[in-house]
């Protein structure tokens, strides 16, 4: 696992972008596979990104994307769902084919059937390339609560009340008003992908970091399996490492240029 620590949360998005953004753009022939999260983490990668694509850096004509995660019972154009969130902040501003975005539906009538059906659309459309995340306070990645298998697939995951209490900002600040479900990709999903890449930033992300980096893998920090992938990235800022060790953040800083390079 590599950490790349940049001083703050627009350097971090930053970075980021142009990671994402030289990815897609050095895949030549089939199409590039995005996985995508939600979530205050990514919006600022999002608008880089749109920005490098307004510029000219990059085109998502040939990107297939798949989202991590929707909760359940909400419509599409509900304000909160993750579908309007994707639409609003990223997909209406960049040149991607509709039939090229896929989101778990939080509406279906058989929800285990629509995960089966999104984990085999994974498959067909070749695997995904790379994962984009970020984390929860406690650790999770994509809603892989604490205590979610490793190994998971795609499927129905009952929310936490810390989960639901960080979301209620969403919610006019009522933990009440956050389903209690949600339709998530799995451990294993995330895994699976060819490379994965989480956006870590501020301090209430600080423990949550420490867990997955300096601890062992543990089913009670989800993100804690990347010390199993070979290949995934950390970005996160300064205040996000407050809880590691000062030998640790100073290793990672001092190999920072080597991130450039690839060598994970
Ligand atoms: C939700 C999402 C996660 C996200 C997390 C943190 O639980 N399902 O994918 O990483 O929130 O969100 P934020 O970036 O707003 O702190």
Redesign the pocket.
Known sequence: MRLVIRPNYDEVSRWTAWYIAERISERKEKPFVLGL??????LGTYKELIALHKQGAVSFAKVITFN??EYAGLPENHPQSYHRFMWDNFFSHIDIEKSNVHILNGMAEDPLKECDIYEAAITASGGIDLFL????PDG????NEPGSSLVSRTRVKTLTAD?RL??ARFFGGDPAQVPGT?L?VGVGTVMDAREVVIVVSGYNKARALKQAVEEGVNHMCTLSCLQMHRRAIIVCDDAATEELRVGTVRYFKEILPFSESRQL
Do not use: C, E, K, R
């Open positions: 999260p939600t979530g205050s983490s990514p991590m995660d995340g970020g984390v929860g999770h990645i994509a809603f989960t960080a979301n949600a998530t």
